[in-house]
């Protein structure tokens, strides 16, 4: 298995089935072997029972169905250690990114990277229907929090939902990871950075969709997130 791709859903019946009939699509065109992994997250809408119609329809597609809701964070992690890939991307059910940006993280795998992530904020990024002032804010905010907070440097766009990782990093990161909901990217880059793993930050094309499901509250949430990782990291919680 080359490429697993991941997608973490919570009530998702009306977005994912363009969402992934485009992934399907593109896929099928590539001369490898891959997965579509679809992880519900406790979902009170049919998001679980239309992925049970797709997968006949949809080739590789598989589900991970969880009856509570336990956090985006746990079910990306979930999915990408039971992925098989080679590499394994998770990306959001919005399709903010097309999974053709893909390609752009293959040849830094090849040259060594362990962990690709797409990101918003560097040279060459292009962002189509950009967000609200506010929502702009908010993230540059939280960036600078998680950065000051979390003690990593040299990553500019921890939050964009399309990062790629190889199958020894997932592996070796991931069980060791604790945040369950919206915080646990810089989790992740700050436990990679720990373990010396190599990460590469990709311009993509990226377009904003207006039906986020991450407010003001789930803002001050991820806030106390990050201080909790500060805290795991002084007392040793993550035995690294």
């Known amino acids: 298995m080359y490429l697993s791709v991941v997608i973490p859903a919570y009530n998702e019946e009306k977005r994912l089935p363009k969402t992934l009939k485009e992934i399907s699509s593109y896929l099928e065109k590539q001369n490898y072997d891959y997965e579509i992994i679809v ?10 029972e239309i992925i ?11 589900l991970i ?34 999974i053709s940006e893909i390609e752009k993280f293959f040849p830094y795998f090849k040259k060594g990277y362990d962990i690709v992530i797409g990101s918003r904020d560097i040279k ?18 939280f960036s600078l929090l998680s950065r ?3 003690g990593y440097w040299g990553i500019k766009d921890s939050q964009c939902g399309f990062k790629a990782f190889t199958a020894k990093a997932a592996n070796d990161i991931l069980p060791k990871c604790r945040i369950n909901r ?43 997130d990050l201080l909790i990782i500060r805290w795991n990291l002084l007392t040793g919680k993550y035995k690294i």
């Open 148 to 150: 000051v907070i979390v």
């Open 52 to 62: 049970k119609e797709l997968i006949s329809e949809i080739k590789n597609l598989k």
């Open 182 to 224: 919206f915080a646990f990217d810089p989790e992740i880059i700050k436990l990679a950075k720990k373990m010396n793993y190599k990460i590469k930050e990709v311009p993509i094309i990226w377009e904003n969709e207006p039906h986020t499901k991450v407010d003001f509250k789930n803002t001050i949430k991820m806030g106390i």
């Open 39 to 48: 992880v519900n997250d406790g979902s009170k809408d049919k998001t679980a």
């Open 65 to 98: 169905d969880n009856k509570e809701n336990r956090g985006k964070g746990f079910v990306v992690r979930q999915g990408l250690l039971e992925a098989k890939g080679e590499y394994r991307l998770f990306t959001d059910a919005d399709n903010s990114t097309p």
């Open 124 to 141: 060459g990024a292009i962002i189509k229907n950009p967000q609200p002032l506010y929502r702009r804010i908010l993230g540059d905010i």
